[in-house]
């Protein structure tokens, strides 16, 4: 069994940053692309930022410049940091990653969200 576990959420300021976490865990063979989304209240869920098991990255227009996605290969681990955070980064913000299992399935995960709330 594959799980995603997501910390760092949290209330910040506008102008503030906050860091996320997620850690995978369980019976994992490889993992590739992984990746954060978000959703506002009445909103669709949408890509954030995205990393290849390589290393190759990319942004929400939204957010270039301001957050970075970055993975521990080793600690199987996605972070995501946000910086000069704005009212309208508040979300909830879900880990994803596509895994392929030790018995071969490929799947994709998601964790469980984090609430990033940015307000004064």
């Known amino acids: 069994q594959v799980q995603l576990v997501e910390s760092g959420g949290g209330l910040v300021q506008p102008g503030g940053s906050l860091r996320l976490s997620c850690a995978a865990s369980?019976?994992?063979?490889?993992?590739?692309?992984m990746a954060w989304y978000r959703q506002a209240p009445g909103k669709q869920r949408e890509l954030v930022a995205a990393i290849t098991s390589g290393g190759s990255t990319n942004y929400a227009d939204s957010v270039k410049g301001r957050f970075t996605i970055s993975r521990d290969n080793a600690k199987m681990t996605v972070y995501l940091q946000m910086n000069s955070l704005k009212p309208e980064d508040t979300a909830v913000y879900y880990c994803n990653a596509n895994i392929r299992d030790l018995s071969g399935w490929y799947n994709t995960y998601w964790g469980q969200g984090t609430q990033v709330t940015v307000s004064s």
């Open positions: 369980g019976s994992i063979s490889v993992i590739y692309t």
